[in-house]
């Protein structure tokens, strides 16, 4: 099963997940097999960081508890709070497989989060979407309803990120820039 993780960090925390990086990245490690991507996302600034994404394909609910809560970086009071939900991985793919994904040049990258309102929206990715790194739906933990979409892109600026969404079938869209991350 597929689960979307973003773990965003507390205002000022920014030393203590510096400090702890290489142990956070060590974590995350004895999970190379499962990702399907990982990644800071940072403030409009481009520079600050104001989260982590991981998404991780994990056997259970309880391991990608495990997996989140688990994590040294959050442990250690980082983090603010944790959004963690099942995903579809609807392209069928890692980061490291996409042509818009790890090491490519030019261009920035995008997470862009639509928090669900009323029936499914944008359950497949729009046609022409070549920037697409990672694409799918936020689900219950039963995994039969639909809470919102998750996507990670790569776009000319933040608004042509968040046409990525239909943006009438939101309660909210949050539109971040990410990076790739991982040693990988």
Do not use: K
């Not at 669900?116 to 039963?142: C, F, M, N, T, V």
């Amino acid at each position: 099963m597929e689960y979307f993780c973003y773990h965003r960090d507390r205002l000022g925390s920014l030393a203590l997940r510096e400090e702890l990086q290489e142990e956070h990245w060590s974590y995350m490690d004895r999970y190379a097999n499962e990702l399907i991507a990982r990644g800071p996302t940072f403030a409009d600034d481009g520079e600050t960081p104001t989260g982590s994404v991981h998404i991780v394909d994990l056997r259970a609910a309880s391991d990608a508890r495990a997996f989140a809560f688990d994590e040294p970086t959050y442990q250690a009071g980082a983090y603010r709070d944790v959004l963690l939900r099942r995903w579809r991985n609807v392209l069928g793919r890692t980061m490291w497989d996409a042509p818009g994904g790890r090491g490519r040049g030019g261009g920035s990258r995008y997470l862009v989060l639509g928090l669900g309102q009323g029936p499914a929206a944008d359950l497949a990715p729009p046609p022409g979407q070549d920037e697409l790194i990672a694409y799918g739906p936020l689900l219950s933990d039963d995994g039969g309803t639909w809470l919102g979409t998750a996507v990670l892109l790569g776009a000319p600026d933040p608004e042509a990120a968040r046409a990525v969404l239909t943006a009438d079938r939101y309660a909210d869209i949050e539109v971040h820039h990410w990076e790739p991350g991982g040693r990988r």
